[in-house]
């Protein structure tokens, strides 16, 4: 092999190596991995000035840490919880979005009385966001029905199984990443109590002791 051919070899090598170097530090494209806790649920009572229910709002709080493993920057559109609500009545589909982004900590001392945390853990609204390359961010998020299914005039219980989705980037799609399921008990309704949705990433590890 001639000198000539041997220095255009390893030219080339260096140019590829140099492609690969800048491909690992500046041009790996967008890549999302989600953590989050499992959703919990409360059911809050609306009362009129003579002390008497009206409705029920239920609301959904998760905390969630959206991290980005490549170079480039990308951006959360949106978030949402799909429920498939299973009652003796049927099953209706209902979805929840970002309301709120609060501060867990005054949050949670209040996370009963949805008057008190609305004056004091608000953070501000949901708005989508961005993550810078090999960046991460944290939020603690309130989520609610849109609508008039933001709503309940009447008791509903039953079954009620959770997909949490994300939409990120410039994709028009929703990602499935974690599926929940619980009962949600007539008691909810009456008692200043909440549901807590079981992790399933956590679950299968904790039993085996």
Known sequence: MELAQVALIVSAISILISFVSLWFTHLKPFK????????????????????EVTHWVPSFDMALTFMNLGKIAGSINDVRLVGDFITKEGRERVCFY????????KFNQRSNDRSQWLISAIKGDWYPLCVRGQGDVSVHLVLEGSGQGRILKIKKVGQMNLSFEVSYSKSKQWESIEAYEASVPEIIYDQNC????????????????
């Open 32 to 51: 999302l991995n989600v953590e989050n806790s499992a959703p919990r649920l409360s059911i809050y009572r609306i009362l009129n000035d003579k002390n």
């Open 98 to 105: 970002p309301r709120y982004v609060v501060d867990y900590s």
């Open 194 to 209: 909440t549901i807590s949705y079981q992790n399933p990433k956590l679950e299968p590890l904790r039993k085996h002791v």
